[in-house]
């Protein structure tokens, strides 16, 4: 079918006559109207009866993977832009993977997130809808900015910032409704592209059904459907596919060869040829490349055959494999994923989140050095071909320690880590599986100086509910005598969740070492807080306080109850907030001003100089044996508190 495309018409605001430009994957249907500068990305499928005009407003962006369905209508208005997620003005944008539903008007200036669903016959005008949210049908969007995942009720009607903030988070349900739109129309996208296709149709008109089900591709193969998937988005994208294999020895060494070239661009003949080059190297490794061959490099690369695979002839029906096959393996049979639910579940968060996913692997000698090593991973919105790539690099990494990692494509920065494998033998966490780094737990010694995952969380929360950095330092005890602490890097990230998974990760890598968390002002560049939240096995422990209210509250005393000295730690403590310049301070309470967190101000020598300080310190302990004391760090210049420790305990 010619699809009706126009440039937009030569005008007051505009003469460039700009034209339409649509990605060749997508499917746009004849019956559908698209002018002037109109950018339709990859997988897009615009439905019959379509009207996006940008002859007025412009340009507009529809976003890889979304549907805009029978009878949407996109227009904008001459004057006003809102801002693309690529930084540049738009009169209307649209993300990623969302569905535009049947009737819906869409009006600029107008934003509508990745991952959003708006249902039948809304409107939404000069109005902002951010990732994930839901809107029900016949509602009314106008002059407001609906948060990220929020629930808008059908006929509801939204024209005050208002009621746009208090609108609902939207349910798990929900999210499911709209992703299985999204795949319905997706394989509606697919269906059209093969009705336009002779070679697709012809076997389905010939009464042979589609032996895979795999989109574009009709013929019988023993490939694993992913295979075949990702060889067809490879050749719809202009992609050349090649191929390489690797004897054990050869693979060891990531010294592979070539294996003969495919220069066709037809599916069936370069799935053929794939079959070709399994078959001729049985026992070898042989990965899948996707190449550009304008740019002259590499797409991609996936290991499609190991040793052990067998390839064997299949019958009709086992191409019919659900979407459960392997994607690690040439031969068309069905496994279960060796990727543990709860990592799965994890990568599909950061996905759905606009994340893009990495992975680094460690032998235990570059582990203990924190020395990892980056693996390719495809980039790709798509979760099963991201699970199959790690469940590749696993097979590929027995014995090494493996790290997934979710990248902030915009600020090009790391928002989280989670460990998946860890070698036989290694320290495995308590309470957890061989291979989890997904949350906190206590030292493997089981000292009371380890944080709870409880207590540790609501310090981290209400650290973060201020407006600061987490931070962390361990020191084995040699450097913690010292106070030689040694920093340790964890996500620059306001998500509570991210920062105590990457702290259970680090209290799992360090047993025997000493470890606090620091709170750090990121206005002011400077700490404000430290705790330790871990000691090694046999290191002086300190008495825990249950009932110590959310300011005062600590994991560490200072005090030696056996000699009435002061313990290395608050030495320590000391020494560094002088360091820093602020002054030292100390306060007393009993027991039953302890409760109602009644402190009594303790006079110490207004001095920089640490030998005093330390001196006064221990009379005032001397002196309040039996009470509680906390040690305060104050900015003289501020004038305010930035530590408060508890140091005795009766």
């Known amino acids: 079918m010619t699809v009706r495309s126009a440039a937009a018409p030569p005008t007051p605001w505009s003469k460039s006559l700009a034209e339409p430009q649509i990605d060749p994957t997508a499917f746009v249907h004849s019956f559908s109207n698209i002018i002037g500068d109109v950018r339709i990305g990859p997988e897009v499928l615009i439905a019959p009866g379509t009207s996006i005009r940008a002859d007025e407003g412009s340009p507009f962006h529809i976003g890889a993977g979304t549907n805009l369905q029978d009878g949407v209508i996109i227009h904008g208005l001459e004057q006003g832009r809102v801002t693309g997620e690529d930084g540049q003005s738009y009169s209307v944008w649209i993300g990623e993977d969302s569905s535009i539903t049947h009737g819906v008007l869409v009006h600029g200036p107008a934003y509508v997130g990745k991952n959003c669903f708006i249902g039948f016959r809304s409107t939404v005008f000069n109005a902002r809808v951010n990732d994930g949210c839901i809107v029900m049908m016949h509602c009314l969007i106008q002059d407001v900015e609906i948060p990220a995942g929020r629930y808008v009720a059908s006929g509801s009607i939204i024209t005050t910032q208002q009621q746009a903030d208090r609108l609902p988070p939207v349910s798990p349900e929900d999210v499911a409704f709209a992703q299985h739109v999204v795949g319905i129309n997706d394989a509606l996208r697919a269906g059209y592209r093969c009705a336009a296709n002779i070679e697709c149709i012809a076997p389905l008109k010939q009464g042979t059904a589609m032996s895979n089900g795999h989109q574009g591709y009709a013929g019988a193969t023993r490939l694993a459907p992913q295979v075949v998937e990702q060889v067809r988005q490879w050749l719809q994208q202009g992609y050349r596919i090649g191929t390489e294999h690797a004897d054990e020895r050869r693979f060891k060494t990531s010294s592979w060869r070539s294996c003969s070239p495919i220069a066709s661009t037809h599916l069936p003949e370069v799935v053929q040829a794939l079959e070709a080059c399994l078959q001729e190297h049985q026992g070898e490794y042989v990965r899948l490349l996707g190449i550009d061959t304008k740019a002259k490099r590499r797409v991609g690369e996936q290991v499609i055959q190991r040793p052990g695979d067998r390839f064997t002839a299949a019958p009709a029906t086992a191409a019919a494999a659900p979407a459960t096959a392997s994607p690690a393996t040439g031969a068309a049979r069905v496994t279960n994923s060796s990727l543990a639910p709860d990592f799965s579940q994890q990568v599909r968060q950061w996905l759905r989140q606009g994340y893009r996913v990495g992975a680094e692997v460690a032998d235990p000698r570059r582990f203990k050095t924190g020395s990892w090593l980056s693996v390719g991973l495809p980039d790709s919105r798509h979760e099963y071909e991201v699970v199959a790539a790690i469940e590749n690099l696993l097979s590929e990494s027995q014995g090494d320690y493996v790290r997934l990692l979710a990248v902030d494509p915009k600020a090009k920065k790391r928002v989280g880590e989670v460990i998946i494998q860890r070698p036989p033998g290694s320290p495995t966490p308590t309470g957890q599986r061989a291979g989890t780094g997904a949350t906190v737990s206590p030292a493997a010694d089981g000292s009371p100086s380890s944080a709870s995952g409880g207590s540790l969380g609501q310090q981290v929360r209400q650290w973060l509910l201020q407006g600061y950095r987490i931070g962390a330092e361990v020191a ?159 900015d003289p210049k501020a004038k305010r508190r930035v530590l408060e420790q508890i140091i005795q305990k009766p």
């Open 476 to 634: 084995d005890p040699r450097r913690f005598k010292t106070s030689s602490w040694l920093s340790v890097s964890l996500p620059s990230s306001s998500h509570e969740g991210e920062i105590t998974q990457a702290i259970g990760q680090l209290l799992q890598e360090s047993p025997g070492d000493y470890v606090r968390l620091i709170a750090i002002d990121p206005k002011s560049k400077r700490r404000v807080s430290e705790q330790i939240i871990q000691r090694p096995q046999g290191s002086p422990t300190p008495t825990t306080v249950n009932s110590a209210p959310a300011a005062a509250s600590s994991v560490s005393t200072g005090a030696s109850a056996a000699t009435g000295g002061l313990d290395g730690a608050v030495v320590a403590q000391v020494r560094q907030l002088l360091a820093q310049g602020y002054r030292v301070g100390a306060e007393h309470a009993d027991a039953r001003r302890f409760k109602t967190s009644s402190w009594l101000s303790v006079s110490l020598p207004a001095s920089q100089r640490e030998g005093e300080v330390l001196s006064a310190l221990a009379s005032v302990l001397r002196d309040y044996q039996g009470e509680y004391v906390r040690l305060l760090g104050i």
